[in-house]
Nanobody
Framework: QAQLVESGGGLVQPGDSLRLSCATS????????MGWFRQAPGREREFVAA????????YYSDSVKGRFTISRDNARNTVYLQMNRLKPDDSAMYYC??????????????????WGQGTQVTVSS
């Protein structure tokens, strides 16, 4: 049974940094691309970042490129999202997800088979 558990969210001020973690189990981690999505109240779910199966190729939305970094540790079945220079518009529930793909990850949430419960990020002064 697949499980994805996010952690690391919290309340921070603009300009601060957070590092989110997503610990996974119950599926063959290296067969899956991993992605991060976010959703704020009243907004649609938004693609944030994705990384291919071995960690060498990363993809970002324009809104976070240059500030966020996605990475994965295949020895620990864990994916990370380092978030720097946070802005109030980054406030959202952040979800990690797994896609059964060996190649370029999808930016579409419906292509991802497994999802975590989310971790809240709030950026406010």
């Amino acid at each position: 049974q697949a499980q994805l558990v996010e952690s690391g969210g919290g309340l921070v001020q603009p300009g601060d940094s957070l590092r989110l973690s997503c610990a996974t189990s119950g599926f063959r981690f290296t067969d899956y691309a991993m992605g991060w999505f976010r959703q704020a109240p009243g907004r649609e779910r938004e693609f944030v970042a994705a990384v291919n199966w071995e960690g060498g190729s990363t993809y970002y939305s324009d809104s976070v490129k240059g500030r966020f970094t996605i990475s994965r540790d295949n020895a620990r079945n864990t994916v990370y999202l380092q978030m720097n220079r946070l802005k109030p518009d980054d406030s959202a529930m952040y979800y990690c997800a797994a896609e059964d793909r060996i190649g370029v990850p999808s930016r579409l949430g419906h292509d991802y088979a497994y999802w975590g419960q989310g971790t809240q990020v709030t950026v406010s002064s």
